[in-house]
């Protein structure tokens, strides 16, 4: 649940009908030559695949029969971690992977999930650097007074960030796969499952497909187990 890139692959194909998933994609990353990328659905336990490519000639492509909407992420051979997030919609996609680009051409609905990916990432590189803001401002001159006001005014900044962009995108994308793809982002940046409470709030409006996804419904789950046993401790 650790690792995002801050990065996972994601996919939606048309749920009335059996679909064939159609990704095509290039990389100049010498590392992936001949290495064999999977698409690996989360059934509620863990990721299997449901497809697999190897790169040649930093080239790749997936076909693959789904009939529902479903959220997959991308693999390299066995590593536990997934490289990027996709959304599949019936679009001919095309996955680009570089080594300062990681980018998905084809649809408006992968246009959505990179851009909030991209504000995302952004919001949690400003909370990394708060260990490094404060000794930054004391460097440069400033009281440690001030330093700290300072600190705490950026603190409540990117808070004010998070929930203005979370909790809006979620709600709005409650009922379609952007919704779950964009709690399990920024739910995988989280040490174990906990019930914080803007999740206990996201939980309070959920739709019954949201709550049905089997990601959210399973750190759902493990996010109560563990919150009972703190009490109970």
């Not at 509620?44 to 992420?73: C, M, P, T, W």
């Not at 400033?142 to 300072?150: L, M, N």
Request: hydrophobic fraction near 45%.
């Amino acid at each position: 649940m650790r690792y995002i890139a801050p990065i996972f692959l994601s996919c939606l194909l048309c749920a009335s009908c059996s679909e064939t998933l159609n990704l095509q994609g290039s990389t100049s990353l010498s590392e992936l030559e001949n290495r064999t990328l999977h698409l690996k659905v989360f059934d509620g336990n863990d990721f299997h695949s449901i497809d697999s490519a190897r790169v040649v000639h930093g080239k790749f492509g997936f076909r693959a029969e789904v009939d529902s909407a479903i959220q997959v992420r991308l693999f390299v051979d066995n590593d536990p971690r997934a490289i990027m997030p996709i959304l599949l919609d019936g679009s001919q996609i095309n996955v680009i992977i570089n080594e300062n680009e990681q980018k998905v051409e084809g649809s408006d609905i992968n246009d959505s999930l990179q851009n909030f990916i991209a504000q995302f990432s952004d919001i949690r590189r400003r909370f990394l650097m708060l260990p490094r803001f404060e000794a930054q401002l004391i460097l440069q001159g400033v009281d440690p007074t001030e330093a700290s006001a300072r600190l705490l005014d950026e603190q409540v900044a990117i808070n004010n960030a998070h929930e203005k962009l979370v909790m809006p995108f979620i709600r709005r994308h409650m009922n379609d796969v952007l919704g779950s793809a964009a709690f399990m982002i920024v739910t995988a940046e989280m040490e174990a499952p906990m019930l914080t409470p803007w999740i206990e709030q996201i939980i309070t409006f959920a739709s019954p497909k949201f709550l049905s996804d089997p990601y959210v419904r399973e750190f759902i789950r493990m996010a109560k187990e563990n919150s009972q046993r703190d009490i109970i401790r």
